[in-house]
């Protein structure tokens, strides 16, 4: 069975840094695409970033450059370093797993291809 947890959620002063942890069971993080998505009250789920199957990356074109993420294969956990946070930034952030090892390209950063998801961490960002 598949867990993800993820954790390093908080709140923080504009221009500050957090880093996010998704601590990953029954799932190997370096098998298939894996990446983290955002919700804010009222809004949808958006990408942030991923990784495909293949190791390379994706990021979402507004926050490239601020978010960074990385794996630890080692440690089974997926990150995401977001530094320069804005206050719009605030929001529920999730990490997903999908269940195979199919490519997605520019469909890493769509929810609906994510079978295993987290139950999120919270991100509050004042001004």
């Known amino acids: 069975q598949v867990h993800l947890v993820e954790s390093g959620g908080g709140s923080v002063q504009a221009g500050g840094s957090l880093r996010l942890s998704c601590a990953a069971s029954g799932y190997t993080v370096s098998r298939s695409c894996m990446g983290w998505f955002r919700q804010a009250p009222g809004k949808e789920r958006e990408g942030v970033a991923a990784f495909d199957s293949d190791g390379s990356t994706r990021y979402a074109l507004s926050l490239k450059g601020r978010f960074t993420i990385s794996k630890d294969n080692a440690k089974n956990t997926l990150y995401l370093q977001m530094n320069s946070l804005k206050p719009e930034d605030s929001a529920m952030y999730y990490c997903?797993?999908?269940?195979?090892?199919?490519?997605?390209?520019?469909?890493?950063?769509?929810?609906?291809?994510?079978?295993?998801w987290g139950q999120g961490t919270q991100v509050t960002v004042s001004s």
């Open positions: 997903a797993a999908r269940g195979d090892g199919a490519r997605l390209l520019y469909g890493t950063l769509v929810s609906q291809n994510y079978n295993y």
